[in-house]
């Protein structure tokens, strides 16, 4: 599996990611940040008319994520 982290990336967690970014990620499209975003699942902020993300959220998020998918595998 091809996972992209953010050492992988060369990105600091205190960067911001557009949501192309935040999205490749994740390995998510565009559309499904916005429906995390949507669904509260993930915090964001705008910086003139374009939504970021921090990347250190990003990242909690993405192992949060695994994190359930794993015990989902297990319980399954």
Not at 32 to 59: K, N, Q, R, W
Request: net charge negative; glycine share 4%; proline share 1%.
């Amino acid at each position: 599996m091809n996972e992209i982290t953010l050492e992988a990336e060369d990105i600091s967690p205190h960067q911001d990611l557009t949501t192309l970014e935040a999205a490749r990620l994740l390995g998510v499209s565009k559309l499904h940040v916005i429906d995390l975003l949507e669904a509260g699942e993930i915090d964001y902020h705008m910086v003139g008319t374009d939504l970021m993300f921090s990347a250190a959220e990003i990242e909690s998020y993405k192992s949060d994520r695994e994190h359930r998918d794993a015990e989902a595998l297990v319980s399954a």
